[in-house]
């Protein structure tokens, strides 16, 4: 009965803790914010070195030093950084994935769903315009096509 007691009052210690050491909605906001600067700070970094790599190795290549230790020292520090420069970005996506809760996906549906809405009517203006604009080409042609024949006649008359 000790040893019930014990394991369950340790149980709630652990579980108060956990929940103390719980981060909030705002602390989470303000993790997410700067892991996504470190983030960015760090794909920087990374996109300088694919480049950095990229240009060294067309250089080497452009030399036809392609034999060499130099050459194939360059291409792999280019794979490799251009896998690290992936890894990365995942790790940025996931960061972002990880951070929504219930609400905010509620939100971001509603978003997406009255933005879509809106999209979709802008789409069905902009196609009763387009063909407004085609009637109007049309008589336009039309009308063009009635001043050539009018020319036609007119310079036909004058060489008569």
């Known amino acids: 009965m000790t040893a019930l007691f014990g394991l369950l009052s340790s149980a709630l210690l652990i579980s108060v803790f956990a929940q103390k050491l719980q981060l909030t909605r705002w602390e989470k906001y303000v993790h997410n914010f700067v892991a996504d600067i470190e983030f960015n700070r760090e794909r920087r970094g990374?996109?300088?070195?694919?480049?950095?790599?990229?240009?060294?190795?067309?250089?080497?290549?452009?030399?036809?030093?392609?034999?060499?230790?130099?050459?194939?020292?360059?291409?792999?520090?280019?794979?490799?950084?251009?896998?690290?420069f992936k890894n990365t970005k995942q790790e940025q996506r996931k960061l972002t994935d990880n951070s929504l809760d219930l609400v905010e996906l509620i939100h971001l549906q509603n978003y997406t769903s009255t933005k879509t809405k809106r999209i979709g009517r802008e789409i069905t203006i902009m196609k009763s315009t387009i063909d407004q604009m085609e009637e109007k080409f049309v008589d336009i042609n039309n009308t063009m096509n009635k001043i050539q024949q009018t020319l036609n006649l007119l310079v036909e008359k004058n060489f008569k």
């Open 46 to 84: 990374k996109a300088a070195n694919v480049i950095k790599f990229a240009i060294k190795v067309w250089y080497l290549k452009r030399r036809n030093h392609r034999r060499t230790c130099q050459y194939l020292q360059a291409k792999r520090s280019l794979y490799q950084s251009i896998y690290s």
